[in-house]
C-alpha cells in the first residue's frame, strides 16, 4: 500500500512541474542586404587571395593578428573581409584563424621531433596567445585536449574537423 501511495505522490508532482518545450527551429538565414560592392564573383576571386595568403605568409602564427591587420594586407575593408569569409567560407574571423591555428599545432605536435616541446610551447608556435584558449579551441575543433591528440594523433577521428565554424 505504502508503495502505491508513493508513485501516486510521486507521479501528481511530476505533472506539476513544467513542461519543457522543445526549441523553436532557427528561421532560415535571411540574404544579406549589404554586399559592400562584391559580386559572387569577386567575392570568390577574394576568398583564394586569402586562402594562399594565409597558406604562404602563416599570418595566423601570429598571436596579435587582427581582422583589420589582414584586411590591410589584402587591401580590403574590414567589413569586406568578414563578408566573404561569413558568405564564401560559412566562417568568421576569429574561427577561421583558430583554423589553421589548430591545423599547425596538429602538425607540430604529430612530429617525432617535436616530443620533448611542451604542448604549452607548441599551442603558442602555432599562434594561440595563451594556454587556456588553445586548449578550448583544440578541444572543440577536434573532440580531444592537445595532450590526448599528440598521444595519438590518428587515434579518433576529428568531431568536426580543424575548420571552426560559428558558434
Same mark, same amino acid.
Given at each position: 500500500?505504502?508503495?502505491?501511495? @508513493?508513485?501516486?505522490?510521486?507521479?501528481?508532482?511530476?505533472?506539476?512541474?513544467?513542461?519543457? /518545450?522543445?526549441?523553436?527551429? &532557427?528561421?532560415?538565414?535571411?540574404?544579406?542586404? /549589404?554586399? @559592400?560592392?562584391?559580386?559572387?564573383?569577386?567575392?570568390?576571386?577574394? +576568398?583564394?587571395?586569402? /586562402?594562399?595568403?594565409? &597558406?604562404? !605568409?602563416? $599570418?595566423?602564427?601570429?598571436?596579435?593578428?587582427?581582422?583589420?591587420?589582414?584586411?590591410?594586407?589584402?587591401? $580590403?575593408?574590414?567589413?569586406? +573581409?568578414?563578408?566573404?569569409?561569413?558568405?564564401?567560407?560559412?566562417?568568421?574571423?576569429?574561427? @577561421? +584563424?583558430?583554423?589553421?591555428?589548430?591545423?599547425?599545432?596538429?602538425?607540430?605536435?604529430? $612530429?617525432? !621531433?617535436? !616530443?620533448?616541446?611542451?604542448?604549452?610551447?607548441?599551442?603558442? /608556435?602555432?599562434?594561440?596567445?595563451?594556454?587556456?584558449?588553445?586548449?578550448?579551441?583544440? &578541444?572543440?575543433?577536434?573532440?580531444?585536449?592537445?595532450?590526448? @591528440?599528440?598521444?595519438?594523433?590518428?587515434?579518433?577521428?576529428?568531431?568536426?574537423?580543424?575548420? $571552426?565554424?560559428?558558434?
Amino acid at each position: 500500500y505504502s508503495a502505491l501511495l @508513493y508513485w501516486v505522490a510521486f507521479t501528481g508532482f511530476v505533472h506539476t512541474l513544467p513542461r519543457r /518545450e522543445p526549441p523553436a527551429p &532557427k528561421p532560415p538565414r535571411p540574404e544579406r542586404a /549589404e554586399t @559592400y560592392g562584391l559580386t559572387p564573383e569577386a567575392a570568390a576571386e577574394h +576568398v583564394g587571395t586569402l /586562402e594562399s595568403v594565409m &597558406k604562404e !605568409e602563416r $599570418l595566423y602564427l601570429n598571436p596579435a593578428l587582427t581582422l583589420g591587420a589582414l584586411a590591410d594586407r589584402l587591401r $580590403l575593408s574590414d567589413k569586406e +573581409v568578414s563578408y566573404v569569409l561569413n558568405e564564401s567560407l560559412g566562417t568568421g574571423y576569429t574561427d @577561421y +584563424v583558430n583554423g589553421l591555428r589548430v591545423e599547425e599545432a596538429q602538425r607540430l605536435l604529430a $612530429l617525432p !621531433e617535436r !616530443e620533448d616541446d611542451s604542448v604549452l610551447q607548441i599551442g603558442l /608556435e602555432a599562434g594561440f596567445a595563451s594556454k587556456a584558449t588553445f586548449n578550448r579551441v583544440f &578541444k572543440r575543433a577536434t573532440g580531444r585536449t592537445p595532450t590526448q @591528440y599528440r598521444k595519438a594523433p590518428d587515434a579518433a577521428p576529428e568531431a568536426s574537423g580543424a575548420r $571552426l565554424r560559428s558558434v
